[in-house]
Every structure is written in structure tokens, then in C-alpha cells.
């Protein structure tokens, strides 16, 4: 029987992923999708649960939701995604309204619990996460017709000690460069002109696979696939970065001179304890390394503060690491004790107060080196990609340069970008003004491709 679905899709792109296979996979079975809850047979919650306040989050969301199924609104709920996989079954108590519990490796199986009658399977499917998905599941990109999340691994063999990441995601495992390969052109057959590859170690794609493929030679296929024209890098571990993928990088139009890769700190004693398995000398190693083989490469990186252990001269250490580095982009994120994580038993935990404080002062320091950086592009004519009407001030077009991810990043705001500057398009674009995070320019060409 046909269905109208509403999918609620929480936390990170990986995520977000997952949820447009299950999207796919309804679809492919006759089911509707829906975009108000209240107009729903069936809804869906996806979960994360990396740290606690995307738990609460996610716990928020499945009771709201259970209240249009206590309305007589829907018939059936199901939460699928990481806090299923974290605290499996113990969420049958805890959640009674939800009818069916499906983890991290099991969300192939949405349509099947959808068809199942009361009683008919076991209310929860958590097991080792085994499943990724390939080329032929079926999948409805959730982003923006022109930009999409391109999931090329899942699971991570690092133990970093803050983070609870393998236990919700298993084993490293890698797709196939084909089944990459096919699924990009599935994604630009339907509109797709930036794919923005995924995953939780990226940097390790292919040692799992024998095959000899490795994360530069994935570049280097992806590049050759017709109608894509920006291929971007997330999330690889700084450790062993495969000299394929900088050449890659270097060589390749397609592939965006931008790299994401999460640092955490710069204190010897904070990485040891983060179990990072690198000094910040060899950090520094690994930056210079990068920006050798690609000249004018901007790097994305992230840092935990607050971790336990934190003194005033570890932080200091990695203040003075930012202001050495400068890097285009930085996140900056305070440490959340994790049950399950070997840093949550460790003492010297740092008080809330004091993991504030220090993400204000990084958070600015990075501000001042973002707008100086920024300001080097005023007066200059740059290629950019248009994302459309900005949500806050409609009369204003958003733009992205390939040195901009969607959604983290700063972005370019067009002034008066006249007719021709519609979502999809890329555009020649002059920059006139530059704050600490963004961009104004104005369009000086035609565009160059729908």
C-alpha cells in the first residue's frame, strides 16, 4: 500500500546521505513523499548522536513527531540513524510511540518495515554496521539540484578517544571508484554540477579494497565524468594523505584547490591524549607539504578546546598555531564528554565556563585572519557558482567560490546579479567588498553554463 512519508534527516551530510537513499528507495516502491508532518502516513526521524546536544536534539524531534501519531495523523514511526545504533534497544522503553528502530547498517531495510503489519517484524534492527550503499539504490538529492553529497566510505579504524564515530559507523569500508563513478553521473543527470565527497576518514579510501585505487585516482575518475565542474574534498585525516590526491588536486580543473582536513590541536600533550598519533611539528609537516604541491590551496580545518587536560599553555599553543597557519576556514568546537569515549573517564575535565571562553577567543583570532585574508580578493574577477536567493534578504543572490563548501563556509553575496544569475549557473563575478566570512561582488559576465 502506498504511503505518504515525511523524513526528518538530523545532523551531518553523511547523514543527510542516508536519508535520500531511504527517500529513493520509498519512492521506488510507489511510496509519497510529504513536506509537513501532518499531512504524513508514516514518518521517518534519522538521528545523530555525536555528541550529546545533537542526541537531545534528536530526541526532541522523535516526540514531536510522535505527537501526529498520538493525533490519529500518522500510523507508524520510525527512527532510524546513530542514536538508534548508540543505544539500541534500550529505546524501546524509552520510546514507546516509536514503532520500528532501524541502526546505521540496517536503513536498506525502510521500506521493508513500512510494509510490515503490526507485530509482523521485530520492532528494532541494530547489528554491526556492514551495509553502504552503491550505485543501484536508488537516491533523491535533498540539497539543491546542483550540488550534492557524494558518501565514498563509511566507518573509521582510527580510536581517537573524544570521538564515539566507530561504534555508529563500524569499519572503514570503501565503495568501489565505479560505483562512485556511476552514482556521479546518476547525481548530474539529474542536475548535480558540484559533488562534495563524504565520509569519516577519507584520506583512507581505498586501502580496504585491494584494488589499487586510492582517494587520487578516485579524483582523477570523478574528473573525467561529463558535466561535473567542481569536485570537493571533506574530512581527511591528516595522517598519510596519499601523494596521489595533492597531485590530483594540483593537476585536475575539476577538482577544487580546497582541502577539509580536521586538525583538532596543536599541543603535543592535547594530541597524545586525543590519541591523534602526530605532533604538531608533524602538522606543521603535513601544511607545509600540502601547500608545496598545491600553491594557493585553502584549507578547512577544525579544533576541539576544552579537551581534558586543557591548560592555559596547551591553548596558548594552539592560538599561536592558528595565528602561524592561518588558515581560510576554521571550526572551532568544545569538547562534550561522551559516554562510551575513553575521554569521558579521563580526569582534569575542563569547566563549561572556561571551553567558552577559549572557543570565543580562537573564534576570533580566526575572524581577524579570515577578513584579512578575504580582502585580498576585493577588486578581483572570480568564477562562482550561484546558490540563489538568500533566505534573510531575498533581493540579494548567493554565490559560492570553489574555496567555499555549501553550508560551512562562507559565501558571495551578489550584489544586483541582473537576470542571467539563477541557481546552477556559474558566473564571472567582480569582488568590491569583503568582510570577516563573506563576500559582495558584482556580475560582470554572462553565465557560462545552466
Request: hydrophobic share 40%; net charge negative; proline share 5%.
Amino acid at each position: 500500500m502506498a504511503e505518504r512519508v515525511h523524513l526528518v534527516s538530523l545532523g551531518c551530510p553523511k547523514n543527510r546521505v542516508d536519508s535520500e537513499v531511504m527517500v529513493g528507495s520509498l519512492l521506488g516502491q510507489g511510496h509519497q513523499l510529504v513536506d509537513a508532518p501532518e499531512q504524513a502516513d508514516v514518518i521517518v526521524v534519522n538521528t545523530c548522536s555525536f555528541i550529546q546536544p545533537a542526541t537531545e536534539e534528536s530526541i526532541e524531534t522523535v516526540l514531536r513527531m510522535a505527537g501526529f501519531k498520538e493525533s490519529g495523523q500518522c500510523r507508524k514511526l520510525v527512527v532510524t540513524g546513530c542514536m538508534v545504533q548508540r543505544f539500541g534497544a534500550a529505546l524501546e522503553d524509552e520510546l514507546p510511540e516509536v514503532d520500528h528502530f532501524l541502526g546505521t547498517g540496517e536503513y536498506h531495510r525502510i521500506a521493508q518495515v513500512l510494509a510490515a503489519r503490526k507485530g509482523e517484524l521485530p520492532r528494532s534492527h541494530v547489528d554491526t554496521p556492514l551495509y553502504i550503499h552503491d550505485e543501484l539504490a536508488p537516491r533523491l538529492n535533498s540539497w539543491k539540484s546542483h550540488s550534492a553529497w557524494l558518501k565514498i566510505s563509511e566507518g573509521c579504524d582510527h580510536r581517537c578517544t573524544f570521538c564515539i564515530i566507530p561504534t555508529l559507523r563500524g569499519k572503514m569500508r570503501s565503495r568501489t571508484v565505479d560505483s562512485l563513478v556511476a552514482e556521479a553521473r546518476s547525481l548530474v543527470a539529474q542536475g548535480a554540477v558540484e559533488l562534495n565527497l563524504v565520509s569519516q576518514d577519507s584520506t583512507a579510501y581505498g586501502r580496504d579494497l585491494g584494488d589499487g585505487n586510492d582517494l587520487g585516482a578516485l579524483l582523477r575518475a570523478l574528473a573525467r565524468v561529463d558535466g561535473l565542474e567542481w569536485i570537493r574534498l571533506h574530512y581527511a585525516y591528516p595522517i598519510g594523505l596519499p601523494a596521489s590526491l595533492l597531485s590530483a588536486i594540483a593537476d585536475e580543473p575539476k577538482v577544487c584547490t580546497y582541502l577539509d582536513m580536521p586538525l583538532q590541536h596543536a599541543s603535543g600533550p592535547m594530541l597524545k591524549a586525543m590519541r591523534r598519533g602526530v605532533t604538531r611539528a608533524g602538522q606543521e609537516r603535513i601544511l607545509e607539504r600540502v601547500r608545496r604541491h598545491v600553491p594557493g590551496i585553502a584549507i578547512r580545518t577544525t579544533f576541539i578546546v576544552g579537551f581534558p587536560g586543557e591548560t592555559e599553555q596547551d591553548f596558548a599553543e594552539l592560538l599561536d598555531f592558528v595565528r602561524q597557519q592561518r588558515f581560510e576556514r576554521v571550526g572551532v568546537f568544545t569538547y562534550c564528554q561522551e559516554e562510551g569515549t575513553d575521554a569521558a573517564t579521563l580526569p582534569d575535565q575542563v569547566p563549561e565556563p572556561v571551553k567558552l571562553e577559549r572557543q570565543r577567543i580562537l573564534m576570533e583570532a580566526q575572524a581577524e585572519i579570515s577578513g584579512q585574508a578575504l580582502r585580498r580578493w576585493v577588486g578581483k574577477t572570480v568564477r562562482v557558482l550561484i546558490d540563489g536567493p538568500d533566505e534573510q534578504d531575498p533581493r540579494l543572490m548567493v554565490a559560492r567560490m570553489q574555496s567555499q563548501a555549501p553550508e560551512i563556509d562562507g559565501v558571495v553575496y551578489l550584489d544586483g546579479p541582473g537576470p542571467a544569475a539563477l541557481p546552477g549557473r556559474f558566473v564571472q563575478v567582480r569582488i568590491t567588498q569583503a568582510a570577516e566570512h563573506d563576500l559582495v561582488g558584482q556580475l560582470v559576465d554572462g553565465t557560462e553554463r545552466a
